[in-house]
């Protein structure tokens, strides 16, 4: 049987850790050559070496999502390397404890995470599609969240953010369809990544709040990186412009 992504060249950010980690050895296992494009050199290149080790091709580039030129050079840097693109993933983002009602986050709170969430996904976007329109079309994976799709009290800076994302990839849908590129977004629920795990181990609560939301309890990190090789893969040829959660049905 033919690997799914034989042939392809999958670009992912935030691939150093968590859903990004397990994503790139995925793909991998599937056929693909993976661009590692992390900002932390340790673990970018503790999954670069985790890829290779398992008998696949990966390059690590150092990669801040919020910076035009990084992003430009590492887009460059797998050119270079593997001649085309014919995915991009972007998974790099996250929340932190300073979010907040819109009442008492504090503003910075409100650009990092737009400029993280937001602007990152538009920068890969802006300097990859290109590459894949090159290729003769692809795939562009975006990770909006399931806090998108319904109403979450307290993370009123998150909550902008990956709902910016999920109205961009429906308008970037539009746009590039006719150059072959296909553009989605998976909307996680709570994914018990090393660092949700550890916060649930440290606070109950979280556990008994999740379990109590999500039917199917906890998502795993390969649950979302399942969801994101459908989408790079050619069974997912018609399918594009669509927010797809994963979330164990908090969203019902």
């Known amino acids: 049987m033919t690997p799914r992504l034989e042939g392809k060249v999958a670009f992912i950010t935030g691939a150093g850790t968590g859903i990004g980690r397990i994503a790139s050895e995925l793909f991998s296992a599937e056929g693909a050559r993976v661009v590692v494009a992390e900002i932390d050199p340790a673990s970018g290149a503790e999954t670069q070496d985790r890829v290779r080790a398992a008998g696949g091709d990966a390059l690590w580039v150092g990669t801040d999502v919020t910076d035009t030129e990084s992003v430009r050079n590492a887009i460059s840097r797998a050119v270079d ?3 085309r693109l014919d995915v991009l993933y972007n998974n790099a983002g996250g929340s932190t404890p300073s979010d907040g009602p819109v009442t008492e986050a504090p503003e910075e709170e409100f650009w990092r995470a737009i400029k993280l969430d937001l602007f990152g996904t538009f920068l890969v976007c802006k300097y990859g599609i290109p590459c894949l329109i090159e290729s003769g079309g692809g795939s562009v994976i975006n990770t909006s969240s399931n806090v998108a799709l319904m109403a979450l009290r307290g993370r009123d800076c998150y909550t902008a953010a990956k709902g910016g994302v999920a109205s961009m990839t429906r308008s970037m849908a539009a746009e590039y369809a006719q150059h072959g590129v296909r553009v989605n977004a998976i909307a996680p629920g709570a994914t018990r990544t090393p660092r ?57």
């Open 81 to 83: 390397r593997f001649g």
């Open 196 to 252: 949700a795990a550890a916060l649930a181990e440290s606070n109950e609560h979280i556990d008994r709040m999740v379990r109590g939301s999500q039917l199917l309890g906890w998502c795993e990190p390969r649950d979302i990186a399942n969801m994101a090789l459908y989408l790079a893969s050619d069974e997912s040829r018609v399918t594009t412009g669509q927010v797809l959660s994963v979330d164990a049905g908090a969203t019902i």
